[in-house]
């Protein structure tokens, strides 16, 4: 139980377009879900907190116009890239907290986003 | 803000000897300390956590210890195993609030 899935697991697009990366928990209900970054060979930065049914938290230094998240039901979450750019180009996982439950997060298995 | 420091970055052992792997927070607050195995582009997952109302936790050959006081914790591989070879991370987390901060990582090598 407690899965967690991301679509795309890889994208490319080009610089100025929007791209659009789902998180789904698929047995279970969250009412909050986490976006993360993380560049190679580095930590997990947290982005942001998604929360249903409400606007998303974000965390010092990221652009809530830039990385718009969608928490339309208990069990999706989106984040959209606006406008990307080469720099926008890592690794983004999403993790989610099962609703009532404790206090474990389950991560997706991330999204490669490649801007040219 | 809530400042998660991990040390080594890396450590390289010989198979069956041991590993720590040291972490440091910086609020007070901070009640849940997950350790997470990040094998290389695959998602992280959980291997141990422990809560602040106990010092030590133990599952089979991985140990957690935790010093409320100086706010540093620890994990602690036995007869490591070429398996055990990937990044780990420590993080720090308040109840309710949930936000996990990470620390840098640590790439653990165990040579067969």
């Known amino acids: 139980g407690a899965v967690v899935s991301q679509h795309p697991s890889r994208v490319i697009c080009k610089s100025g377009t929007s791209v659009k990366i789902e998180c789904r928990s698929l047995d279970f209900q969250a009412t909050t879900m986490f976006w993360y970054r993380q560049f190679p060979k580095q930590s997990l930065m947290l982005m942001a907190t998604s929360n249903e049914g409400s606007k998303a938290t974000y965390e010092q230094g990221v652009e809530k116009d830039k990385f718009l998240i969608n928490h339309a039901s208990l069990t999706l979450s989106t984040l959209t890239v606006t406008s990307a750019h080469p720099e926008d180009s890592s690794f983004y996982i999403c993790?989610?907290?099962?609703?009532?439950?404790?206090?474990?997060?389950?991560f997706g298995p991330g999204t490669r986003l490649t801007v040219l | 803000g809530e400042n998660v420091e991990q040390h080594p970055s890396t450590l390289s052992v010989q198979e069956g000897d041991s590993a720590v792997i040291k972490c440091t927070y910086s609020d007070s607050a901070s009640n849940y300390f997950p350790w997470y195995k990040q094998e290389l582009g695959k998602r992280p997952q959980l291997i141990i956590d422990i809560r602040s109302n106990v010092g030590e936790k133990k599952d089979q050959r991985i140990a957690v210890t935790l010093n409320k006081t100086a706010k540093h914790f620890s994990l602690h591989i036995t007869e490591t195993q070429p398996e055990d070879s990937a990044v780990y991370f420590c993080a720090a987390s308040k109840y309710n609030f949930n936000k996990f901060y990470f620390g840098s990582g640590t790439k653990l090598n165990v040579k067969p």
């Open positions: 993790s989610a907290r099962v609703q009532g439950g404790l206090d474990e997060q389950f």
